[in-house]
């Protein structure tokens, strides 16, 4: 198996295998690989799940041992992102050229399509000359596919088509061996006492170039039922709509934080729950025993041992406070202490 960095290999594999699979370190590397034993279709199959790389070489670790397990290989599955369509069929076409019988899984469709994209994969498969299987594979969507053509009951592995730029300076060594040398991998043309070639920047750039223009034919972007958050991000993007999003964005903040948080909201718990609410009380509570001189307006009521012990007033001050709804009672006391605790 074979692929760029979290397209979903991983799941792939365990999908097909269940849970006879084996971790090994490749030799001389600290590079884990899982390998497992399936038996498909009267034969008996080791699967190994490769690191995620870019590509096929020996610029790092991952490169040298993915490269080692791919040319050991007989066929490979090779794992795409639907949704990064562009970027992962460089490694694709790099396995074509190599020469390897391969299929394509390509996965994570379910995202694609929720970013407004549809996959061509009949004219995919077209281009690239092998087949194509669509996948989503969390949710074991293309794994039943995966498993007929391991089993040779499905989609055929198939070498694809050769970029002719890479087909004309081949040499007469195994195809795959051959195109790395020709890339510079100075491991591989050591084995074979070669000296590395120069052909890398010529074969990258027709190789990136393909890329787009197969992702360009086979990829449709949806006008209608576009998500909103793709919509929005694109508008962003641009100056002119970007500056009035912008704009929008900091009034919506400057409604939510200046006026519904330091207007509305200080305002509600400062007037409502203290000025009316917990002041009053608390301070009424204190005036039923401590002396006390309590107005309402311009009527005060004078309350010497406290609200409690002078039942009379006490109900001439409930009577007014009645009689004037709109005032706020205010409260004067005599001891220090609880002028210090209540105001």
Do not use: C
């Amino acid at each position: 198996m074979a692929g760029n960095p979290n397209v979903g290999k991983s799941v792939i594999f365990h999908r097909l295998s269940g849970v006879y699979a084996e971790v090994s370190n490749y030799p001389g590397t600290t590079i884990d690989l899982l390998q497992a034993q399936l038996r498909m279709g009267g034969k008996l199959l080791t699967l190994t799940d490769t690191p995620g790389v870019y590509g096929v070489g020996s610029g790092n670790e991952e490169e040298r041992v993915a490269r080692d397990v791919l040319l050991a290989s007989d066929v490979v599955i090779d794992v795409v992102d639907a949704s990064h369509l562009a970027r992962d069929l460089f490694l694709t076409l790099q396995l074509i050229d190599m020469g390897k019988p391969l299929i394509v899984v390509l996965n994570l469709m379910d995202e694609a399509e929720a970013s407004g994209y549809s996959v061509d994969i009949e004219e995919l498969s077209r281009r690239l000359g092998v087949p194509v299987i669509p996948a989503v594979a969390v949710e074991g969507k293309g794994i039943e596919e995966i498993k007929a053509a391991l089993s040779g009951h499905g989609a055929t592995f198939r070498r694809g088509e050769v970029d002719p730029v890479v087909a004309a300076r081949l040499n007469g060594l195994p195809q795959a061996e051959s195109l790395l040398i020709l890339e510079g991998d100075e491991e591989i043309a050591g084995r074979h006492r070669l000296p590395p070639g120069d052909a890398q920047e010529v074969f990258f750039l027709s190789r990136r170039r393909r890329a787009n223009e197969i992702a360009a034919a086979v990829l449709t972007q949806k006008q209608v039922g576009r998500r909103f958050q793709q919509w929005l991000g694109e508008a962003a993007l641009r100056p002119v709509s970007g500056v009035f999003i912008l704009a929008v964005v900091l009034y919506g903040l400057y409604l939510v934080v200046g006026v519904g948080v330091a207007q509305n909201l200080v305002g509600f718990t400062e007037v409502r729950l203290g000025q009316e609410g917990w002041e009053p009380w608390i301070r009424g509570n204190f005036a039923r025993y401590a002396a006390a001189t309590i107005s309402v307006g311009e009527t005060s009521f004078v309350f010497p041992a406290g609200t409690a012990r002078d039942p009379e007033q006490y109900a001439a001050l409930a009577e007014e406070i009645a009689a004037h709804p709109d005032l706020v009672p205010t409260y004067r006391f005599e001891s220090p202490i609880v002028k210090v605790l209540v105001g």
